[in-house]
């Protein structure tokens, strides 16, 4: 397993780099991508399932960012406009083809056997999608990944901050099983 | 295993699993050129126009604007100027042909909103569609701060064509604006306001009308304070637009809590339930507060209750009897005991409180005045003969409009202490203050974020319910 080093990208530094893009600020859209990346890729993966359609979600973001970011006004909370978008781009896709591309878990696990995640890390990232509900999964990937305080989750996904929360223990309580099941 | 180790391996694992695709995103979305860089390109091939919106847009009517305009470098007199104020303050100086000799900004906004675009030869419109996008791209400009002062020195021949071009191109932009247009003219007082304040002269001529308006009634140096949105707000309370300065659209108030909500609060303060058919409801400032002030008639009482605009609270009580009151008379202690039950202060402060009274005769009726500071607030209360309170007021001393800093700490510090695993955290403790005023589902809120020990803490309160909450984890 990779070190674990994962920095959570802060409102502010987010804010700075949707800024920079609309004012033209050199490096700005790589910035933005560092912080953001990780989250959107995963945010994508967990709504489509699908390690193809998650990586051009996650393409297609970032240049809708861009896009938008000379009318970005923030409101405190950049990862959830981020993610929004995303999950709006999940659904475009949804509904161009009336479906996502489900994949087997043998077929995912073959398909992130493509990229940098070791075995440990696959299995983990399979058993969000799998192990755990929809608001589970995009509670874990908004607040681990993301960094979205639990009150920015419960506004974005239009739940009580306690269901968030119990929700987010929950999914806790399952990949902490797998995962010491695993270290066994 | 922790709940943090988790989250880590979490975050790690799907970003380790994540392609680079960066090079693929780095290819659709050229860096955006500033107007300098800009200006050095020959063509708009590779420029996505129709997709970069507003800041492309800005860029390429800058640039090239000019030149379709027909880009002048000859005449360099000055025949008028343009003011635009919102809160960045900046002048453009036109020739006779309404080509640009020169832009200033007026304030440090300003001068972040000129940037390094060079306006210099470029039509006034050009200009001011530019700088009004860059306002609006930058939330200077937004739905819930609408208004800018267009403030504009020419012979009064010139005037309207010039007003006319600016407020187009305003629109154009920004269509939600609200735009106060005046002439400057006799500017003797308002270049000396300017002077003393470091304003616009345009912003200083508009806070003159408002202090002749209402002599006596505002401070110039709180006026001066205000932004241009607040002060289109004051006109309209005073209803001077349209007529002393002209005005179209209307400042919008979403800062605030909006004129429904102060109402329910101004009925709530008298208990009354429906709201009356008479009930008027205007914004104004008072005592460097914005504030909504609510007319009503209820019973045989008039009333005009001052509403704090950011919080909700009731500032100010006013009411007139509308036919004689009749009753028990009521001696000056008793005036002074119903004052202190009605600022809620309890029986065992009361002792150690200085209580001013005075007592005095209007037209034979009697009248008690009665005031006090407790809880860092001045209470000031008037009483009727027959312990009617005719006027109330509480007001902090320092305070700008909002709960002061002070008091939302002090608060934030009772409300944590009360969770056992944090009873021993002190004010003097806390590190790293964020205090900001916010905005939910068009409610108030003080988002606040603050250190103590190695925890980082992130809370909300609500002004108007007193509703608290606070998030609490380990700062890595």
Same mark, same amino acid.
């Given at each position: 397993m990779s070190s674990e080093n994962y920095i959570r990208p802060r409102r502010r530094e987010l804010d700075n780099a949707i800024y920079g893009i609309a004012n033209g600020e050199e490096g700005s859209l790589k910035v933005l991508y560092n912080l953001s990346g990780s989250a959107i890729y995963a945010y994508a993966l967990t709504l489509t399932g699908n390690v193809y359609d998650a990586e051009d979600v996650m393409q297609e973001t970032f240049v809708?960012?861009?896009?938008?970011?000379?009318?970005?006004?923030?409101?405190?909370?950049?990862?959830?406009?981020?993610?929004?978008?995303?999950?709006?781009?999940?659904?475009?896709?949804?509904?161009? &083809?009336?479906?996502?591309?489900?994949?087997? $878990?043998?077929?995912? %696990?073959?398909?992130? +056997?493509t990229t940098n995640a070791? =075995?440990?890390? &696959?299995?983990?990232?399979?058993?969000?999608? $799998?192990?755990?509900? %929809?608001?589970?999964? +995009?509670?874990?990937?908004?607040? =681990?990944v993301g960094g979205m305080r639990h009150r920015e989750i419960a506004s974005e996904r239009k739940i009580p901050l306690n269901t968030t929360l119990s929700k987010y223990k929950r999914a806790l309580v399952k990949l902490r099983k797998i995962l010491e099941g695993e270290e066994k | 295993m922790k709940n943090k180790k988790i989250e880590n391996k979490?975050?790690?694992?799907?970003?380790?699993?994540?392609?680079?695709?960066?090079?693929?995103?780095?290819?659709?979305?050229?860096?955006?050129?500033?107007?300098?860089?800009?200006?050095?390109?020959?063509?708009?091939?590779g420029w996505r126009i129709a997709t970069c919106a507003l800041a492309a847009i800005l860029v390429v009517a800058i640039v090239f604007g000019g030149v379709a305009l027909g880009l002048r470098g000859g005449s360099t007199a000055v025949a008028a100027t343009v003011t635009l104020d919102v809160n960045p303050s900046i002048s453009v100086s036109v020739d006779k042909n309404n080509y640009v000799v020169g832009v200033e900004a007026l304030n440090m906004d300003g001068e972040k909103i000129i940037g390094d675009m060079d306006f210099k030869g470029s039509h006034i419109g050009v200009a001011v569609y530019a700088l009004i996008g860059k306002m609006v791209v930058n939330g200077k400009l937004s739905l819930d701060a609408n208004s800018i002062l267009v403030s504009i020195e020419a012979a009064q021949s010139d005037y309207d064509a010039l007003l006319?071009?600016?407020?187009?191109?305003?629109?154009?932009?920004?269509?939600?604006?609200?735009?106060?247009?005046?002439?400057?003219?006799?500017?003797?007082?308002?270049?000396?306001?300017?002077?003393?304040?470091?304003?616009?002269?345009?912003?200083?001529?508009?806070?003159?009308?408002?202090?002749?308006?209402?002599?006596?009634?505002?401070?110039?140096?709180?006026?001066?304070?205000?932004?241009?949105?607040?002060?289109?707000?004051?006109?309209?309370?005073?209803?001077?637009?349209?007529?002393?300065?002209?005005?179209?659209?209307?400042?919008?108030?979403?800062?605030?809590?909006?004129?429904e909500a102060a109402i329910a609060a101004a009925l709530a303060t008298v208990s009354v339930g429906q709201p009356p058919a008479n009930v008027r409801c205007k914004m104004d400032f008072e005592d460097g507060a914005m504030i909504y002030e609510v007319e009503f008639v209820h019973g045989d009482w008039e009333y005009e209750i001052g509403i704090d605009a950011l919080t909700g609270e009731t500032l100010s009580y006013e009411r007139e009897p509308l036919t004689k009151v009749q009753g028990t008379p009521v001696s000056q202690e008793e005036a002074k005991a119903k004052?202190?039950?009605?600022?809620?202060?309890?029986?065992?402060?009361?002792?150690?409180?200085?209580?001013?009274?005075?007592?005095?005769?209007?037209?034979?009726?009697?009248?008690?005045?009665?005031?006090?500071?407790?809880?860092?607030?001045?209470?000031?209360?008037?009483?009727d003969g027959f312990g009617n309170v005719r006027a109330a007021s509480k007001r902090q001393p320092s305070a700008t409009g909002t709960l002061g800093y002070d008091d939302v700490k002090q608060r934030v510090v009772e409300e944590v202490t009360k969770n056992s695993r944090f009873t021993s955290l002190k004010l003097s403790e806390i590190r790293d203050w964020e205090i900001e005023l916010d905005y939910e589902r068009g409610n108030k809120v003080y988002d606040i974020e603050f250190k103590w020990n190695n925890y980082e803490f992130d809370c909300k309160l609500d002004p108007n319910t007193g509703a608290f909450t606070f998030e609490a984890e380990i700062d890595d």
């Open positions: 809708k960012i861009y896009d938008a970011s000379p009318n970005y006004v923030s409101r405190g909370n950049p990862m959830g406009w981020i993610l929004r978008i995303a999950k709006n781009l999940c659904f475009d896709k949804f509904r161009a &083809r009336s479906r996502f591309e489900t994949v087997s $878990d043998e077929q995912l %696990e073959r398909q992130l +056997a070791d =075995a440990e890390e &696959r299995l983990l990232i399979r058993s969000c999608l $799998d192990k755990l509900d %929809e608001d589970e999964r +995009a509670i874990v990937v908004m607040h =681990a | 979490v975050a790690q694992s799907f970003s380790d699993a994540k392609p680079d695709v960066y090079d693929a995103v780095s290819a659709q979305c050229p860096t955006r050129a500033s107007a300098s860089t800009a200006a050095k390109r020959s063509s708009v091939g006319d071009i600016v407020s187009n191109e305003i629109e154009y932009m920004f269509g939600d604006a609200s735009i106060v247009s005046q002439r400057l003219d006799d500017t003797a007082r308002a270049r000396e306001l300017s002077e003393k304040y470091g304003i616009s002269v345009g912003k200083a001529q508009l806070i003159v009308k408002i202090l002749d308006k209402v002599p006596g009634k505002y401070a110039e140096e709180q006026l001066v304070s205000l932004k241009i949105n607040e002060l289109n707000l004051i006109l309209d309370g005073l209803g001077m637009a349209g007529e002393e300065v002209a005005q179209t659209g209307s400042a919008n108030d979403g800062k605030y809590i909006g004129r004052a202190l039950e009605l600022a809620q202060v309890p029986q065992e402060d009361r002792a150690n409180l200085t209580v001013h009274a005075q007592t005095k005769t209007d037209d034979g009726e009697t009248e008690y005045e009665i005031n006090f500071v407790y809880n860092g607030y001045a209470y000031e209360f008037e009483l």
